[in-house]
């Protein structure tokens, strides 16, 4: 088991945190209950949107192989399912790409309403007419999510260490796997 762990987060170790990107990483336990939920939705594919740590933590071949990450950063151009993605820009992506996936999972770089716009944009062009969403934001934002994308907090909060402020994760359904707090985030008391 020691030899999967380390396997399945070689994306964090080789991949330190850009903070000029607003790159932060979740954690090595939040990314395999986050990929546990997506594959416990049956989803055959998803689309990772500025969710690098996610996509290259894909074990299961099959959904990796029907999947895209959409990010801005081409360190990555490389990995056959990249796909270069500027949030300013939302439907500029391959017009192949339009309704193609049954998940949807998005970690924009930024907060606010201006750019969940733009992403909510990505998602309705990405997602197949019943597809499911993730997203992770702020608490705040529960109503413009809701408003934007029909998404709502569910219990698990996910652990982004290196980031200042404690995110929700919001869904479009009820959650399978992320129903329960995430034990590495202390409740508030």
């Known amino acids: 088991a020691m030899a ?42 998803a689309a990772f949107v500025s969710t ?28 056959p399912g990249f796909v270069f993605y500027d949030f300013h820009v939302p439907t500029d992506v391959p017009p192949e790409l339009e309704h193609q996936f049954d998940y949807v999972v998005v970690d ?15 998602v309705r062009f990405l997602m197949k007419p019943d597809g499911k969403i993730m997203c992770t934001t702020i608490p705040e934002n529960a109503n413009m999510m809701a408003g934007l994308l029909g998404v709502s907090p569910v219990a698990f909060k996910p652990s982004i ?10 869904l479009n359904y009820p959650p399978l796997v992320l129903s329960r707090p995430n034990p590495e985030i202390p409740e508030e008391e």
């Open 4 to 45: 999967d762990s380390k396997a399945k987060h070689r994306f964090l170790l080789r991949n330190p945190e850009n903070g000029d990107h607003n790159q932060y990483w979740y954690s090595a336990a939040t990314i395999d209950a986050i990929l546990d939920e997506i594959e416990a939705s049956g989803a055959a594919s």
């Open 52 to 79: 690098p740590s996610l996509y290259f933590s894909v074990k299961n071949l099959q959904l990796k192989g029907a999947s895209k990450v959409l990010d801005f950063d081409k360190k990555w151009e490389k990995d």
């Open 108 to 122: 924009p770089p930024f907060i606010t309403e201006e750019v969940w716009g733009k992403y909510a944009e990505t």
């Open 161 to 170: 260490p290196n980031l200042v402020y404690q995110y929700c994760l919001y």
